[in-house]
Structures are given as structure tokens and as C-alpha cells.
Nanobody
């Protein structure tokens, strides 16, 4: 079994920064990709950023403001969020493609709240 746990959310003023962390643990053989999605109230969950084999992808609304990185020694992915805007307010979910003892699966964390408000 694999566990995905996010941390680092909170309340920040517009223009501020936050860093989210997501740690994968359990029976992990290989992590193929890790990424972040977000869901604002009343909206569908949307893609934010993803990293796989060192290649990063970002959604247009966050390009130039958010940076995704990974520490493979800790099975942990980070999302550095700068120049935050009120429209970045959402629950942020970590997602990972993992090969574990039971095969290749996609896992979700339970989310961490990010609120951007003055």
C-alpha cells in the first residue's frame, strides 16, 4: 500500500508565497511521476503542475509563478508558489503514479487548503 500526504497549506496575503510538500511512503518500487491538482469551491479539480523524469509541466495560470521540484531520496515533491493571487485559493491535491508491490497505480492525497486573501 502507498500513502500520499500533503502539507504546507495555509492563509497568505496576495503577492505572498507558500511551499507545499507531498510525501509518498509505503511499498514503493518506482515513482514515475508526481504532480499537483487543485479544486476551488464550486469548480472542478484542475491540473496545476507535474514532474516526471525531470521534465516539468505547468498549467498556464501558474506558469512563471509556481515551481515544482522533487527530492527522489525522500519520495517528496514540492510546489513553490510565489506571487499568489486570490484565484489560487483552493484545496491542493497531490497525485502520483507509483509502481509498488501490487503493480502500477495512481494515488491521490487528501488535500491541503490554500487560501489567498487580505
Amino acid at each position: 500500500q502507498v500513502q500520499i500526504v500533503e502539507s504546507g497549506g495555509g492563509l497568505v496575503q496576495p503577492g505572498g508565497s507558500l511551499r507545499l510538500s507531498c510525501a509518498a511512503s509505503g511499498s514503493i518500487f518506482i515513482i514515475y511521476a508526481m504532480g499537483w491538482y487543485r479544486q476551488a469551491p464550486g469548480k472542478q479539480r484542475e491540473f496545476v503542475a507535474r514532474i516526471s523524469s525531470g521534465v516539468t509541466n505547468y498549467a498556464d495560470p501558474v506558469k512563471g509563478r509556481f515551481t515544482i521540484s522533487i527530492d527522489n531520496t525522500k519520495n517528496t515533491v514540492y510546489l513553490q508558489m510565489d506571487s499568489l493571487k486570490p484565484e489560487d485559493t483552493a484545496v491542493y491535491y497531490c497525485n502520483s503514479d507509483v509502481r509498488g508491490a501490487t503493480g502500477m497505480k495512481n494515488y491521490w492525497g487528501t488535500g491541503t487548503q490554500v487560501t489567498v486573501s487580505s
